[in-house]
């Protein structure tokens, strides 16, 4: 059984950085696309970047330049690297694993989710 867990979230000002990670128990780690979601308050859940199979990482507009993915395989995790932060960041981050090799912006394409962490940027 699939099961991610995400931890880093918390309460930072605009301008700041966090660092979110994602730690799956798979037995296999980067066989499938895994991704970053997020959904700030009354808003449906959206992409904000991914990894496929292959290694290579996508992001939304709203946060290319200032958001990184990053995998660590031997730990199996993946992280988030978020610095220049905005209150519109302001959102439950998510992180997901597709039962495919390529990212898709669709969460309905997702099989696995973490329970999320909560990313609050204060103006």
């Known amino acids: 059984q699939v099961q991610l867990v995400e931890s880093g979230g918390g309460l930072v000002q605009a301008g700041g950085s966090l660092r979110l990670s994602c730690a799956a128990s798979?037995?296999?780690?980067?066989?499938?696309?895994m991704a970053w979601f997020r959904q700030g308050p009354g808003k449906e859940r959206e992409l904000v970047g991914g990894v496929t199979s292959a290694g290579t990482t996508n992001y939304a507009d709203s946060v290319k330049g200032r958001f990184t993915i990053s995998m660590d395989n031997a730990k199996k995790t993946m992280y988030l690297q978020m610095i220049s932060l905005k209150p519109e960041d302001t959102a439950v981050y998510y992180c997901a694993r597709r039962s495919a090799p390529v990212v898709h912006t669709s969460p309905g394409s997702y099989a696995n989710w973490g329970q999320g962490t909560q990313v609050t940027v204060s103006s």
């Open positions: 798979v037995r296999t780690f980067g066989t499938y696309a």
